[in-house]
C-alpha cells in the first residue's frame, strides 16, 4: 500500500485534512462551529431542543468516515473512487456556496466550498494528465 501518483496524493491529503477536522468534531464541536463562522453558545445555554450540537457530532463523524475513505482508496490506488469524488465534490461546492450567497450560512462558510472546489479540480487535473501519458 502506496501512493503512486499526483491523483493519489490529493486524495490522501483530503482525507487525512477530512478525518482530522472530524476528529476535532467528535472531540469539540464547537470548535468547528467557530472555524465556520457560526455563533458559538455554551451548552448550558442551549435549548433542550436545539440539536446543533447532536448535527456537528453526526458531521464530525461522517467527515472521519469519509476521511478515512479517501486516505485507504489513496493507499489502495483506487483510481475510480477517484474519479467519483470530482463530480460530487463541485455538488457540493455548489451547495455549500448556494447557502452562503442566500444568507442561510455565513460567510466563512464559504471555505467549505472553496475546499472542495480546488480538491476537485486538483484531483481532476491529476488524473486528466495520467491519462494524457
Known amino acids: 500500500m502506496k501512493i503512486?501518483?499526483?491523483?493519489?496524493?490529493?486524495m490522501f491529503i483530503f482525507g487525512v485534512i477530512a478525518l482530522l477536522l472530524g476528529l476535532v468534531g467528535l472531540i469539540r464541536p464547537?470548535?468547528?462551529?467557530s472555524l465556520l463562522g457560526f455563533e458559538v453558545i455554551?451548552?448550558?445555554?442551549r435549548a433542550a431542543s436545539d440539536y446543533t450540537i447532536v448535527f456537528m457530532i453526526a458531521s464530525s463523524m461522517a467527515s472521519f468516515n469519509m476521511g478515512?475513505?479517501?486516505v485507504l482508496a489513496a493507499l489502495n490506488d483506487v483510481k475510480s473512487f477517484y474519479r467519483w469524488t470530482v463530480p460530487f465534490r463541485v455538488v457540493t461546492f455548489t451547495v455549500f456556496t448556494t447557502v452562503v450567497l442566500t444568507g442561510?450560512?455565513?460567510k466563512p462558510f464559504l471555505g467549505v466550498g472553496a475546499w472542495e472546489l480546488a480538491g476537485a479540480?486538483?484531483?481532476g487535473i491529476a488524473l486528466t494528465k495520467e491519462v494524457k501519458k
Open 68 to 70: 478515512v475513505y479517501y
Open 4 to 10: 503512486r501518483d499526483a491523483a493519489g496524493w490529493t
Open 104 to 106: 442561510i450560512a455565513p
Open 121 to 123: 479540480i486538483a484531483t
Open 30 to 33: 464547537e470548535i468547528l462551529l
Open 42 to 45: 455554551e451548552r448550558a445555554q
